[in-house]
């Protein structure tokens, strides 16, 4: 069966101080990736997505991830986390050609000021 | 912004009582889903749809059901609401034109007494 890990259930970190947060997928076919975010009060958003080409994936607000495709990975960094990406961070996997979106259970991000 | 729409946005309802969560989207996307979220836990898809007067079952059983006559609008419906329906339950979009990406609404929290 398909699944999503993200390793992390909770961060806190400070401001200016780097992240990385991991994600594990088990599916052995072609996938699209995704992290998604939700800040406190509003919808689920897209940060990034890797569907082909470049492993390495640039998204909104200075975040990226890298697409390992021989560890099934696909983790999103920041080198630097301000106050604001205080959020909710999950990671989705599509199997492509199907319906199926896969969530992991989310990463709960505080950064202090 | 994503023009997706879910009213109402929180639901405080009686055992045994009818009710029916609105999905609205203004992008003409062919696909809609609708997900369940527990407290800290991953996004389960209880319905799909590729198109009008298609819909289908996803991976978590629900006793919900869903109707599809307009593009735009993606209508889940509890014949009889019990507290194990108590959840959030989010809409979502999505069209080959934005390469899958789902859209997502700002959720419907309900709380079944």
């Known amino acids: 069966a398909q699944s999503v890990s993200q390793h992390n259930h909770h961060v806190i970190l400070s401001e200016a101080a780097s992240l990385e947060l991991g994600c594990n997928y088990s599916?052995?076919?072609?996938?699209?990736l995704f992290w998604y975010v939700q800040y406190p009060g509003q919808h689920l958003q897209l940060l990034l997505k890797?569907?082909?080409?470049?492993?390495l994936v640039k998204g909104i607000k200075g975040f990226e991830a890298e697409f390992i495709k021989s560890k099934f990975s696909f983790n999103l960094r920041k080198p630097s986390v301000q106050w604001s990406d205080t959020a909710e961070y999950f990671c989705?996997?599509?199997?492509?050609?199907?319906?199926?979106?896969?969530f992991g259970t989310g990463t709960r991000l505080k950064v202090l000021a | 912004e994503a023009d997706i729409y879910q009213t109402p946005r929180y639901l405080v309802i009686g055992t045994g009582k009818k009710i029916t969560l609105e999905c609205s989207q203004t992008?003409?996307?062919?696909?809609m889903y609708w997900y369940q979220q527990d407290p800290g836990m991953e996004l389960h898809l209880i319905h799909y749809?590729?198109?009008?007067?298609?819909?289908e079952k996803g991976d978590l059983s629900s006793e919900s059901t869903v109707s599809r006559i307009r593009t735009e609008h993606f209508p889940l419906t509890l014949e009889s609401a019990r507290p194990s329906h108590t959840s959030q339950y989010l809409c979502?979009?999505?069209?080959?034109?934005?390469?899958?990406?789902?859209?997502f609404g700002p959720g419907t929290r309900l709380l079944v007494l």
């Open positions: 989705a996997v599509n199997a492509v050609g199907t319906y199926k979106y896969i």
């Open positions: 890797y569907f082909s080409g470049d492993p």
């Open positions: 749809s590729y198109g009008v007067n298609s819909t």
């Open positions: 992008m003409g996307h062919d696909k």
């Open positions: 599916y052995g076919g072609t996938v699209n």
């Open positions: 979502a979009s999505s069209d080959k034109r934005g390469g899958e990406t789902q859209y």
